[in-house]
């Protein structure tokens, strides 16, 4: 499976670009579909583009067990943030045959779309969508940055009855960190996600010509910037939070002129939400200080702000146990998924990880090597044998 | 004429988005050739865009005057940078036949394309092709941000013939400062330019996840930029030069990944080129020692580079002259100008300036009052008519 999905929306550098229903993504879909085909599972399709590919065994019945990922990724981003979580739900359904299980209750395999958010800027899109946590009036008039709303590639309207009946939800995903490196185990289960949150800092100075103007005369807000990114960076590194302008917009953007205008994305992330609000509340108290400083202003506006998830405890032990009698270690992480929207929106949620000896995420590097991708898909498959049996 | 060129190209902000060879900078042209067609005067263009509208009395023989400019903007630039020299143009030959002057050599008005390197990159594209001191090889592979070339907007190809037989160049602008302001005079004249060059700093590090990846952990470009940003204008303002970094180009540009590339250009200019020299080296210098600090790297490539320009002294002194018996004061500058390649080319060049109360430059608030402009026509017509008897 892996050798055909792997070079779809690759591009030169090695990153991928699989955007939300631009061709590269679509072809991981038929991709996807075609894998469904293959194996007789029933593919339903709301009407956002989630998908969920339904093991219906005859007699089953009861709340359904939900697995699988995404198949979007960042711009340049890595091959296995998202499809390792598909690909292995689809392996762990061969390993359950194999074994001859049959589930009590339906298995359905999901494939939500904008998980990174992307295209249309609001991760984990199509969760919230599936969930009804964000409603069609709100989502339809998202634009990318070609101007295209997501009501224009999305048939939409109707709500979304995909992850009704669901029981609980298990994310399998490629590590984003060393943790699991560190503690030389192939796999992890994840407890918590990270509150975190963007915010658009629009710092705003006055055009300028680049040689005629005298630098004391100026207002230029890309200094404004340049001073709130190194401070964001070291109080982030002082707190052990994380602080990152990794998206800029610089108007005009002309070599020879002061700009007038910079504006900047902060990803902001703590361990706790009271430590995110402080660690944000202090960046922008510096930027407005900074802002005094050079004759410029700055505009603070939260665009989207996402609670700190716990996971469900009694599913996550259940998904920890190893079959060894074990269990494999609980860790946490810094990201936003689509557990933790299901986890949010009520569904009991779990999420096990795959070690990345890299460590580095939403970029080439990203990696996990095949045995413990073959431990990952093992420890699913005996964690959905024991939820659907 | 005011009042007909003032609303062409001018955006919702006020700002003026004359690009060469898009459909506002063409209107320009096309209200130029109208204006020439009412005064008689035969438009000649060469293969780049380039044109100079003659004045040839019976009789005119010997080297030519050539004044005028540019009818191009920067991106969301002022309304009268460039256009202010081509509108005193017209008026200066409207106030000599007033006056019954007949010009005994042939007297030209020019309009150069691409004067602020705002489409295509390089300053004073026209001028630098009309003049040879670029060969149209370079030319013609220079490509905007969507792509297009340079070879795919003109006809490009022979050598320009258009500046052949002139013998002096006279260029009247708005002032980029507010040396006149302090002086108390409308009109003044340059003696030199400032050299300057554009510097393409390409600063690398490694792309990773914004939520997982450690802040200790990070190869952030972005930082790099930020604090070489920082120190450029520092050293400016010790030194009195002028560093401007204006515009950035960051990849992968999404808001949860930490960045692999930040590109940015700096714009140096200084009252030496020994000076010049030496501010470049200084933030050079502390870019690497940033970067060797965060992990990363930097590259330093020139990308344009102008020398020192000296305006010929008797032209300049002529041009000085005031009705009155006094003269118009000398000052410098610090912006790039056709002149200043016309100059470098062995024309003999001078520069008149006309008062900007703002100070402000390639924006929108840069202005000359009307009398101001008035005076600078007669003090343009002035000087023609010395230099056409």
């Given at each position: 499976m892996w050798r055909e999905l792997a070079p779809v929306g690759r591009v030169r550098t090695g990153g991928y670009r699989r955007q939300p229903f631009t061709s590269a993504e679509r072809e991981t879909v038929a991709w996807f579909r075609q894998e469904c085909a293959a194996r007789d599972l029933t593919v339903e399709e709301d009407p956002y583009g989630n998908l969920v590919a339904w093991w219906r065994p005859e007699g089953a019945a009861g709340d359904a067990v939900l697995t699988g990922s995404h198949l979007d990724s960042v711009v340049e981003g890595g091959g296995y943030d998202g499809p390792l979580g598909v690909v292995s739900a689809l392996a762990a359904v061969d390993a359950l045959r194999e074994r001859g299980h049959v589930p009590a209750v339906p298995l359905g395999i999901g494939v939500f779309v904008e998980e990174e958010g992307s295209r249309f800027g609001i991760a984990c899109l199509g969760s919230r969508l599936a969930t009804g946590s964000m409603s069609w009036e709100s989502a339809r008039e998202l634009r990318d940055r070609d101007g295209v709303a997501f009501g224009d590639v999305v048939a939409g309207g109707a709500r979304s009855t995909l992850v009704e009946g669901v029981g609980s939800f298990v994310e399998l995903h490629v590590e984003q960190g060393r943790d699991l490196v560190h503690r030389e185990v192939p796999v992890g289960v994840a407890t918590m996600i990270w509150p975190h949150g963007r915010y658009r800092f629009d710092f705003r100075g006055e055009a300028n010509h680049a040689g005629t103007t005298r630098m004391g005369d100026r207002r230029d807000p890309m200094l404004t910037f340049a001073g709130t990114a190194l401070e964001a960076a070291r109080i982030a590194l002082e707190t052990g939070d994380r602080a990152t302008f990794g998206r800029l917009e610089v108007s005009?953007?002309?070599?020879?002129a002061v700009p007038e205008r910079v504006t900047a994305w902060l990803d902001a992330r703590a361990g706790s939400e009271e430590a995110l609000r402080s660690v944000v509340s202090q960046i922008g108290s510096s930027a407005s200080e900074q802002a005094t400083g050079h004759g410029t202003s700055v505009d603070v506006t939260a665009e989207s702000e996402s609670p700190e998830v716990r996971f469900e405890e009694a599913l996550t032990a259940e998904v920890s146990r190893r079959s060894d009698g074990g269990s494999w270690p609980a860790i946490a992480t810094m990201a936003g998924h689509d557990a933790g929207v299901l986890s949010a929106a009520g569904i009991p949620t779990a999420m096990l990880f795959v070690r990345n000896p890299t460590g580095i995420s939403h970029a080439p590097a990203e990696y996990a090597a095949p045995e413990d991708c073959l431990a990952g898909v093992e420890a699913l498959a005996d964690s959905l044998q024991r939820l659907t049996r």
């Open positions: 005009p953007n002309g070599t020879n």
